[in-house]
């Protein structure tokens, strides 16, 4: 299947600091792509959709001047953690789909990012 | 959407065979049915899809009744390596899904 790559795999920064979190498809394009949380032993949590070019989609409850994500490229999307504070800590991870030609729902996710705020 | 209910935890042993139905009541015609396996500190890994009847790949087997209503991933003979967590998705094709994960099966493979 195709390729998503999460970059870093692991982060540790200090509080108050901002982390950018880059998730790129290697192999195909990207139209869409989807940042989750997850929590420990829980599933995971849809926090925004990114559309290239476009500004991206937030759910309820997430704050959007908190986690900067960018779409700048059909290959790239970036998440940034701004102000980091340690209950951010968690594990975000990635998914891209192809576009509105794509034949099925299948989505690529990255391996994931733990940050870890202290 | 349509929602998905799947049991919260299943145990096993190696050598056997196991399978995990998630129920999907309000399917819709073009929805597909997909599932994912997740390994601790890891991105969900795609395992298979399907839209109707039977469709195998060389890890699992995914069986879809006529109503499809619910499906049924199957793992022959599991190995310790399959404990994960896995999680059964439906949606439709093209530009409007968005993945979306319900709560998900932890399996357990005992030696």
């Known amino acids: 299947g195709a390729v998503v790559s999460q970059h870093p795999s692991r982060v540790i920064c200090k509080s108050g600091t901002s982390v950018k979190i880059e998730c790129r498809s290697l192999?195909?394009?990207?139209?869409?792509m989807f940042w989750y949380r997850q929590f420990p032993k829980q599933s995971l949590m849809l926090m925004a959709t990114s559309n290239e070019g476009s500004k991206a989609t937030y759910e309820q409850g997430v704050e959007k001047d908190k986690f900067l994500i960018n779409h700048a490229s059909l290959t790239l999307s970036t998440l940034t953690v701004t102000s980091a504070h340690p209950e951010d800590s968690s594990f975000y991870i990635c998914?891209?789909?192809?576009?509105?030609?794509?034949?099925?729902?299948?989505?690529?996710f990255g391996q994931g990012t733990r940050l870890t705020v202290v | 959407l349509a929602k998905t209910t799947q049991p919260i935890s299943m145990d096993s042993y190696e050598g056997q065979e196991v399978n995990i139905t998630c129920s999907h009541n309000n399917i819709a015609t073009n929805d597909y049915i997909t599932w994912y396996q997740q390994f601790p500190s890891q991105g969900p890994r795609f395992i298979i899809q399907g839209y109707k009847t039977k469709v195998t790949n060389e890890v699992a087997s995914l069986f879809i009744p006529a109503d499809r209503k619910s499906s049924t991933l199957s793992l022959p003979r599991v190995s310790l390596s399959d404990t994960a967590v896995y999680y059964c998705?439906?949606?439709?094709?093209?530009?409007?899904?968005?993945?979306?994960f319900g709560r998900g099966t932890s399996l357990i493979v005992h030696p």
């Open positions: 998914s891209a789909r192809e576009g509105q030609g794509a034949r099925n729902t299948e989505a690529f």
């Open positions: 192999d195909f394009q990207a139209t869409t």
């Open positions: 998705l439906v949606g439709p094709p093209g530009g409007s899904y968005i993945p979306t």
